[in-house]
């Protein structure tokens, strides 16, 4: 069985800088890694994904994460925090073999804060 | 382009009364998503379509939640005999591929 784990309920950062929003993962085969954001009252919007190669992924808004096999980790960075960063991250994982099904496995979710 | 809509946006409804959801994927669109997002949690997985059958409805809580997708794109999420627990956001997502999905709004369902 899938799952993720954020470790962190909450962030905070200074604005201008680096943040680390943190996520493991236990799946079955290779995964499918994913992040998504969340604003209030609002739907999740999609970040950015790791299906395979290149370890380090570039996404929406200059955030990045990096794929660890090893440590079965995804966590999502960015070099130069804004305030309007500020907002619910969510990491998820999908199993790669069709078997174990299409659906996302989420985190529970970690709030950043933005402080400027 | 035109993202996933769902409606209504809110919900509030009277123990025990039947409600149905809707949501639209994005044009093109076969695959079709539902999770519920209860406050403080990540979003738990309900039901995936592809097309108009149900490929996996292995998240559906009990026999009180049923979806549709008749003609392969706009999906109904139908909840009969609510009860308070089933209070939450319920989020719609589509993808073309195995890959991405793409979230709608929510609809937020209030069961007093």
């Known amino acids: 069985a899938q799952s993720v784990a954020q470790p962190e309920d909450q962030v905070n950062v200074a604005e201008g800088n680096p943040l680390t929003v943190k996520c493991t993962y236990s799946?079955?085969?290779?995964?499918?890694l994913f992040w998504y954001v969340q604003y209030p009252n609002r739907g999740l919007q999609f970040l950015l994904k790791y299906i395979t190669g290149d370890n380090l992924v570039k996404g929406s808004y200059g955030f990045e994460a990096e794929f660890n096999k090893s440590q079965t980790s995804f966590h999502l960075k960015k070099p130069s925090a804004l305030v309007s960063d500020s907002a619910l991250y969510f990491c998820?994982?999908?199993?790669?073999?069709?078997?174990?099904?299409?659906?996302?496995?989420f985190g529970a979710g970690t709030i950043l804060r933005v402080k400027s | 382009g035109a993202g996933v809509s769902q409606t209504p946006s809110n919900k509030v409804t009277e123990k025990g009364k039947y409600v149905e959801l809707r949501c639209d994927p994005i044009s093109g669109h076969t695959a079709l998503y539902w999770y519920r997002q209860s406050l403080g949690q990540g979003p738990e997985f309900l039901i995936y379509f592809q097309g108009t059958g149900a490929a996996d409805d292995s998240g559906l809580p009990n026999d009180r939640f049923f979806a549709v997708r008749p003609e392969g794109s706009v999906s109904t999420l139908k909840i009969q005999r609510t009860e308070r627990g089933d209070s939450a956001v319920y989020l719609c997502?589509?993808?073309?591929?195995?890959?991405?999905?793409?979230f709608g709004p929510g609809t937020r369902l209030t069961v007093l």
């Open positions: 799946v079955s085969g290779n995964p499918y």
């Open positions: 998820a994982v999908r199993a790669l073999q069709m078997e174990y099904g299409n659906k996302l496995v």
């Open positions: 997502a589509s993808s073309s591929d195995v890959d991405t999905q793409y």
